[in-house]
């Protein structure tokens, strides 16, 4: 079976398993989908060669000073809370009255952002059970949109969309570019929430900051819409105290620090940026998705020789 064969198979594959646990997640326990999820991480990381040797090879990147056994723990852990968060955002989906069980630290500091009337960037990292943060906000009435990225897989990625706009979250596509970017210039102008991620490889495009002591292709477009529109930008991540229990916790808007460059500026708030997601994935590693090959792209010596590119 060639390539494309295989993904296409594996795609089929997902639809039948994502259709199958929408429609039966509902009749058991919350406590039985926990445990479903800590089965399936652990078949996981047992059967997924390539995502755990990816995940090994990440954490010893980051984590270099740790053991090998404590590593393959957090990377053992990370596998189980990745399939538990699935199944239970499913859940949630299917009861949504669970979201009174997510509690929110600092909400304060969302209040005072939208006061200013220039829309919020909600910043946070694909960690902890993150769709519920947009999914908490929603219910409580508030404008949220997410940025994010269409699926491959077509059904599957209406399905998502589908399910996201029912409970009242609108979706942005990061593709087509341009749309993208006019559809959050528009949304923060009507003082809306726009929750972005910027934790994941990014190619050859934005700035090359650390993550972790080691240079990353990071995304700017937080911090450039930010000196674009004059929003705030409110850093916040999720993550599970116990059973069907979660914390939301909203830190203070931070503002952009100001260069007379217009590339230091994006290049040095960046690296502020990703500093914070980096703080947050070492007090709760088990909570990133370790299996994203973060450090994939490295500059190029074209790159090399270009001025605020690159974190010095």
Not at 247 to 257: C, E, Q, R, T, Y
Not at 279 to 289: A, T
């Amino acid at each position: 079976m060639d390539k494309e064969k295989r993904k296409l198979l594996r795609r089929n594959l997902g639809w039948i398993f994502l259709k199958t646990f929408a429609l039966t997640i509902g009749v058991f326990p919350l406590k039985f989908i926990y445990l479903l999820g800590s089965f399936l991480g652990r078949l996981g990381f047992l059967f997924a060669f390539t995502h755990r040797r990816i995940a090994l090879e990440n954490l010893g990147i980051a984590f270099p000073h740790l053991s090998f056994k404590k590593r393959k723990k957090i990377a053992q852990d990370s596998f189980k809370f990745m399939i538990q968060a699935s199944l239970e955002l499913l859940y949630f989906l299917k009861h949504p009255y669970l979201l009174e069980r997510v509690r929110i630290e600092g909400l304060e500091h969302l209040v005072q952002a939208l006061e200013k009337k220039r829309g919020v960037i909600a910043l946070t990292a694909h960690f902890g059970n993150f769709p519920l943060i947009s999914l908490k906000f929603a219910s409580q009435g508030y404008k949220i949109n997410v940025v994010a990225r269409p699926m491959r897989d077509r059904k599957t990625g209406d399905y998502i969309h589908q399910l996201r706009t029912k409970v009242g979250v609108k979706t942005i596509f990061s593709y087509p570019r341009k749309e993208c970017v006019t559809g959050i210039i528009k949304t923060l102008r009507n003082n809306e929430i726009v929750m972005i991620q910027m934790d994941q490889n990014f190619g050859t495009g934005g700035v090359w900051v650390k993550f972790f002591n080691k240079l990353a292709a990071t995304p700017t477009g937080p911090v450039v819409l930010a000196m674009r529109t004059k929003a705030e930008i409110v850093p916040m991540y999720i993550v599970r105290e116990s059973l069907g229990k979660h914390l939301i916790k909203i830190f203070p808007s931070v503002a952009l620090d100001y260069t007379e460059d217009k590339d230091e500026t994006i290049l040095i708030n960046t690296a502020k940026f990703t500093k914070l997601t980096e703080d947050w994935i070492k007090k709760y590693p088990p909570l990133w998705g370790w299996i994203h090959r973060r450090w994939k792209s490295q500059p190029s010596d074209k790159i090399l020789k270009k001025r605020f590119k690159i974190q010095k």
